[in-house]
């Protein structure tokens, strides 16, 4: 993994952490739903850029590793079968 984008994958990891922890202190507390419901979309956002950084760089690194040394079929097949498993679960 990149070193920057393995920094910017952990400093996202630690903003989501902060995030949950703060949705769990509101749950506990009763708080208002609706603003419990804003802090899990945050997080949702939160987590879609984490997943777009770690594809940038695998993107940028595995996968033209992958190439380079003739995997190209089992490469695109792992985005695949990740995207298309993504896509149903949603």
Known sequence: ?????KKDAT?????IEGHIAGVKKMILEDRYCV?????THAIKAAIDKLET???EGHLHT??????KNGREDEVIKEL?????VKNIER
């Open 35 to 39: 603003d419990i419901l804003k802090q």
């Open 80 to 84: 695949v079968d990740l995207y298309a």
């Open 62 to 67: 595995c996968v033209i590793d992958g190439v």
């Open 11 to 15: 400093n996202r990891v630690s903003y």
């Open 1 to 5: 993994m990149l070193t920057d984008v």
């Open 53 to 55: 950084r770690l594809l």
